[in-house]
């Protein structure tokens, strides 16, 4: 593997201070911006010239220092360690620091203070430069943030570091995250060589459902790419590895329906989706369970079932908006389903106007996809009988959905930390 100095480091955007500064009260967001500025000196600057670096505090540094503690008494065994660079920049433990710097990351994302958590998650990166768990942190804020290019460097580098320390636990989450990332560009082959290499590690020295999350993830991304036979591999194998209690069992089973309805085993898909209603009790979740039901009813031609499902899917969708793109590509399907044109664009076209605006990329594919279907008049017939391997599987799946319940407690099993990929 590349030496981790081979990999570069992000390129710092510009305008971070005015962020951070509004996200945060005075004075702590002042304090907090000049320490990671003095921080990302120091680790930029040769250790010759560390010595150099900073003035002895003013009164007035003190002064404000002294109110960051006061506005948030909590931080101070944090604060006290970023402080001490500049007092004594020859003597710096990068392991306390790059610590101190994740504590106050987990502390603004806590607060919702997103970019406040970026830039301490960075900086603690470039302070504390082999440690893997610091870059996947700072590769997991940054693509959630939608900064892909960053996210990309960092996740190399946390993985390059990971293999280099012989460090398994962020391996796994090295390349979970980093299929993630390619997930969200819909990239199919690096979300696959990722997940695939972090669902693989994590089965062989870590808790199964780790493993069986990242196989769904694959599988949900192979549904909506089209390549519907891997994708029901890797259900399969995702199903065979989750708990019986996991709570992404019914959204897992939710995808094997729209792999059933895209593969045109309609029937199957709504006998499923009926046992997923029965769990799944989250506003925005189960509207899109319901949407989906929707379009299975359609496909197996059953139109009032499917007319009274999009009704109330329309109803779920007004209240819990958060998965809209994805209810309506869903509701103006099943009107093609039923053959229904003029109303299935129309339901596309306004399918499409949401997708755009909340820049959904993925739906806005799926939907032009859809209106082309519609302009051209496109059936999509239920196929002629269900094979004895795709009906044992469906009823696998349904035994599972009417067995299980949530589980009390966190989730996932403690395994080297609980946190998301």
Sequence with gaps: MADKRLI???PRPRHREGEILQELPEPLALVLWQQVRHLRDWAAADEVVRGKLFCPAT???VAKRRDAYSSAPELSPHLDVIFGVQRDPLTVDVSRVGAACESLASWALTGEHEQT?????ETGALIDDTNPKLANLAGRLTRNAHAYDRSEIWFQRGISLALER??????VWGHLGYGRLFQELGRVPGARKHLNAGSRLAYKHGPPSLAASAQHDLCALLIVRGHLAEAAVRARRALLWYPKNHPRLPLFAADVGLLLILARHYRAASWLLK???????????RAAVVALAARASAGAGDVEEAVVLRRRAEK???NHPVMEPAVRWHLADSRRLLGDWDSAARDAE???TVALTRNDKEAVRLIRQLTRMVEQ??????????SGEVRDFVQQIGHRISIWSPRVGPWPPPWGEARAA
């Design 316 to 318: 779920l969708v007004s």
């Design 117 to 121: 958590a970026i830039e301490l998650a």
């Design 166 to 171: 012989r460090n398994v636990v962020e391996r």
């Design 377 to 386: 008049r496109t059936v999509s017939p239920p196929k002629q009988g269900v």
């Design 350 to 352: 306004s399918a499409l």
């Design 8 to 10: 570069p480091v992000p």
């Design 275 to 285: 046992r997923v209603l029965k769990v799944v009790d989250q506003g925005g979740a």
């Design 59 to 61: 009164p007035d540094v």
